[in-house]
């Protein structure tokens, strides 16, 4: 059984977007989308540590246009 992650989104704002962008929000969507905001968390203080910080910037979270 995978363990349930700690919410970092709201679950609202979320909702409204998709709405906005003219479709309807399934079920799973919020959750799927909190476990890749822990996943972009997670790779960005990699990233920090690695460049040997301990603070996150933003060139740390990689996000392509």
Request: net charge positive; proline share 0%; with cysteine.
């Amino acid at each position: 059984m995978a363990k349930e992650l700690e919410t970092l989104v709201v679950a609202s704002k979320i909702k409204t977007a998709i709405k906005d962008a003219g479709c309807n929000t399934g079920g799973d969507a919020v959750e799927a989308i909190n476990g890749y905001v822990h996943w972009l968390v997670s790779q960005a203080a990699k990233r920090a540590e690695a460049n040997g910080r301990k603070t996150v910037r933003a060139h740390d979270v990689m996000i392509a246009d």
